[in-house]
């Protein structure tokens, strides 16, 4: 369990840029956070593109049923509201639930880096200017995930290969697919 | 003939041996504990501290070899396993949904072996037996919980969120979130927390089964049915673009508003206490929240499914989000960063498998296969975690 380890004498190099001790630190966990960002959305996007053809017909489903559902509330018919409309909760349940695994593929890498981060700054406390509370490498791994995955998202549509990866992910809106299939 | 000596010889021999079994349950029950962290940090580590050394059960090998959570003696986790035990997971997450939090639990408490591991601290050493078991209820939160992420802010995103029934519902589910470890962490034995843990896979189960019954098939047939029959008898085709939410009524009993021109109402108090109790449930058991909001809305307000995603998903995220910060915060609960990270690698890897599968395996004969596990899972744990013995082999 511990092959990330064996990373250790290549990731520390990113908390040697400056010599400052405390500047280096902050400025390696951003770019650590960078490096889990750009990986887990490359194993988000091949999540996705595994799956595409079942979300997009899940979404489309959805799609439809909410319309259905939409009509039968303006003809005020009840019944048949509540039989689409539990159909389409249904359709959401599987839909929802098999989008696990994009969240999964998001999140992994995170998690490894957090473990090398245990090993090298377990012990490294700073203290917050409020009151007497200190946070240690979870903490300011989670704020630089913030925002390295921020910084990620603003430059994904320039890069090769993300760029494609948003316009995929974007078509993802489960109205524009239902406008599109009844459409055509 | 009875003679004086040999009643003094037996008298000898009784107390001789009521000193040696003094010495030995004397030896057991005041082992000498570990005495410091072993550099484990938190309640971890001041629990370690109290444990007692020795290579007995429920004692603490100083010479074994570091395993869960840095902790001599542990089990060590074997990784394949971890990841292979994931992939299930994440296959039964696209093909059946929520049993697949329930598989998880599963794993962490009886596969990798970390459930009968805590419970052998239960008489020597019960604070790490309670830190151990908030540990493992947090280690489902981070899976489940973490897996719902992208679900949850897609719907967000997608602004269909009644707000007024959001804000009332998470409230009440982060209420529940923050109020489940502060008041149970540190105190639940890993017996009780799987007596529990069992008797939610039961009412999962139970729910499941039903399904397969005539009965709920003929429901969801007859559902599925008018839905079709509606669809084709359908004349005017409505519009399309939603005309969003807007209150139309404030009070501490009623909201009211409105959406695609239609009345909804509810009651934000019983908004707030299901709430309470359903992230209380996931919270304590670390599942359970996802399908349990979808089906609570509906039947509260009856909203359209589009609103009621939005609604559940800004609960079960955030509920799920809180309860995690509470127990790292409130519980000193620990995390073992590399096992979550694995057993994310098999849920991403289950999650392509499932929809690839699915058309060979019709959903009812998968239902009656989690029915089964469910059963056979929840009578185990249940008889396990109040008995102390597990009805079924497990």
Known sequence: MDWWISLDGLLIHLY???????????????????????????TTSLVYRANRGYYRKLNSRLGHLHEMSMVALHLKEKTSYKAVNRE???TFGLLFFSMF?????????AFFALAWMQTRFGEVRFPLLVGDWTVGFF????????????????????????????????REDHHKIALEERTS | ??????????????????????????????????????????????????????????????????????????PQ???????????????????????????????????????DYTKAFKQTAPELNKVMTD???????????????????????????????????????????????????GKISFSAYQGWFGVAVFVVGGFLLYETTPKGQAGKKAAKAASQAFEKSVKEKGDANDQGIKVTKWGVGRIEFSFFGV??????????????????ISSFLGVGGGFLYVPYLTSLVGLPMFVVAGTSALAVFSSMVMSIVSYLNFTGAAVDWALIGTELVGVFIGSMLGPRTQKYIPDIWLKRIFVVLALYVGLGYFSKGFFGTAWVPM
Do not use: C
């Not at chain 2, 003094?8 to 079994?21: D, E, P, R, T, W």
């Open chain 1, 88 to 90: 389409a909760n249904d």
């Open chain 2, 135 to 185: 540990t493992i209820r947090m280690s489902n939160q981070w899976l489940v919980g973490l897996s719902s992420a992208i679900g949850s802010l897609n719907y967000l995103r997608a602004k269909r969120l009644a707000w007024p029934l959001g804000l009332a519902l998470g409230a009440g589910s982060l209420f529940g979130a923050v109020v489940i470890p502060i008041v149970t962490g």
């Open chain 2, 77 to 115: 986790i074997n990784p394949v396993l971890a990841f292979l035990w994931a992939i299930w997971v994440g296959w039964i997450f696209t093909t059946v949904g929520a049993f697949g939090g329930i598989m998880a639990g599963v794993g962490h408490m009886t596969v990798f072996g970390l459930g």
């Open chain 1, 16 to 42: 040697r840029l400056t010599g400052l001790p405390v500047p280096d630190y902050f400025i390696g966990t951003f770019l650590l956070a960078l490096i889990t960002a750009i990986i887990g959305d490359f």
């Open chain 1, 101 to 109: 695994g994009m969240s999964a593929a998001y999140l992994w890498p």
């Open chain 2, 263 to 280: 009345e909804f109402g509810f009651n934000p108090i019983i908004a707030f206490i299901g709430g309470v109790i359903i992230a209380a």
């Open chain 2, 1 to 74: 003939m009875f003679t004086k000596k040999k009643l003094m010889f037996k008298v000898s021999l009784f107390i001789l041996v009521f000193l040696l079994a003094g010495l030995v349950i004397g030896s057991l029950a005041s082992a000498a504990p570990v005495g410091n962290s072993l550099g484990l940090t938190g309640k971890l580590g001041a629990a370690i501290a109290k444990a007692p050394v020795g290579t007995g059960t429920g004692q603490i090998d100083l010479n074994a070899a570091k395993g869960f959570l840095g902790i001599p003696g542990a």
């Open chain 1, 139 to 170: 903490f300011t791994f989670l704020v630089s995930y913030l925002l390295a995955r921020v910084v990620f998202a603003q430059t994904k549509p320039y890069l090769p290969y993300f760029k494609h990866v948003v316009d995929d992910l974007n």
